[in-house]
């Protein structure tokens, strides 16, 4: 598994509006790193991992433990399967505190998706995240 780590932001943005069934956001993260266009309401930042990956990881805030954030994150789950085809992996980590984790993978020859979740108690708030990282071989 890939380490990578969880951006924090003082920037609180609730998404509000939906997405249509199609690529978008998908593709606006595909082309961030040549573009530097963020998905609609999002903070995106690029990384580079120990591992040689290189990607991008973008983020939504929403309020705590919300039904829009369960909805939010399985519809950007929905894009990113729709849209690309690969391996599927579900995780779920145990973390140290009353915050929770949820994380889904797809695996593509063109490289790796990353749909997480994360509650932040603390902060009242849950992140949910698209990342996309490819080999930087």
Known sequence: M???VLLSSSLVTYCQEGFAEDCHQVEEIENYVTLD???KGSL??????LQSYVG????????????????????IWAQV??????????????VNHPD???QRKLVTENGTYRVSKKD???????LIFLSFGQSGS
């Open 120 to 126: 932040k108690g603390l902060e009242k708030r849950t």
């Open 44 to 49: 995106c930042r690029r990384y580079a991992s």
């Open 56 to 75: 991008v990881s973008c983020f939504w805030v929403h309020p705590f433990r919300s039904t829009d954030a369960d909805q939010f994150f399985e519809r």
């Open 100 to 102: 929770s984790y949820h």
């Open 2 to 4: 890939l380490p990578y």
């Open 37 to 39: 266009v963020a998905p």
């Open 81 to 94: 399967t729709n849209c690309r085809q690969g391996e599927l992996f579900w995780e779920q980590k145990n």
